[in-house]
């Protein structure tokens, strides 16, 4: 399946997994609506919606730019406004915006697990909610959304139960949509990376630059989600991947080239 001139909607792609799927997809002639908030760079974090539509751009791609907080259903209708104003519709949505924070419950704050609600919940719901009726006309749509597959073993719940509860929640929509949209021939699919990936959350919230050197970097799941979005829409759908179950249906086991340290150690993902 080609991605020449169709429409991307993907939410936090100024920087790290959601740019670098964006960067993947407009190699292949996809337009790309970067729908995320960054309008001014933080030195912690890196990227703006404007440096990630100018990489996008600077190979080629076309790009747009909507700050959007998809806690906010209003920024959310504007931006799919403005991406169909400007692309004629909308084929792909990729749910990648995302809060964390993994503490207990009594180290919860209130406004930390609204926040978490809020985004990787209602936000999802939302954007979907949305894009929907585009998705429904849109050829080969397909939705992705990165959240893991549902693993209710109590190590995964005990540990940050506010924070799992969220992921959870956007991989059982994902499953919803795959039954919901089926007959609309959109399909709906989680991804999920084995490993940890060399992203801001893991250098400044996780582990810092020990567990980034024992990480892959965001190109695995660029390479992945592209494999799963050039799938037939009524073929692929209903699935939570985990990034190396989607390389070997490829025929491809050695993932060496994605390592941040080359054959260094990997430090497995939560969740898996």
Known sequence: ????????????????????????????????????????????????????????????????AVQTDIRFE????????????????????????????????????????????????????LVVKN??????????????????????????????VAYTITKYSMSMMAMGWAKEFKKDKVASNALWPR??????AVRNLLGGEALAKMSRTVDVLADAAYYILSKPSEECTGNTFIDEEVFAKEGITDLSKYSVVPGGQLYQDLFV
């Open 195 to 200: 490993t940890t990936i060399d992203t801001a």
């Open 74 to 125: 209003e920024q959310i209708q504007s931006a799919v406004e403005k991406a169909v104003e400007k692309f004629g519709g909308i084929d792909i949505v990729i749910n990648n915006a995302s809060a964390i924070q993994l503490t207990g419950t009594e180290q919860t704050e209130a406004k930390r697990f609204d926040l978490m609600q809020s985004i990787n919940v209602r936000g999802t719901f």
């Open 1 to 64: 399946m080609t991605f020449q001139n169709k429409t991307v909607f993907i939410t936090g792609a100024s920087r790290g997994i959601g740019k670098a799927i964006a960067l993947r997809l407009a190699k292949e002639g996809a337009n790309i609506v970067i729908a995320a908030k960054s309008t001014e760079e933080n030195p912690k974090l890196g990227g703006t919606i404007y440096s990630a539509a100018e990489e996008i751009e600077a190979i080629g791609g076309r790009a747009l």
């Open 131 to 160: 894009c929907a009726p585009y998705l429904k006309k849109g050829i080969n749509a397909h939705i992705l959304t990165l959240s893991p597959p549902v693993n209710l073993d109590p190590k995964w719940l005990g540990p940050h």
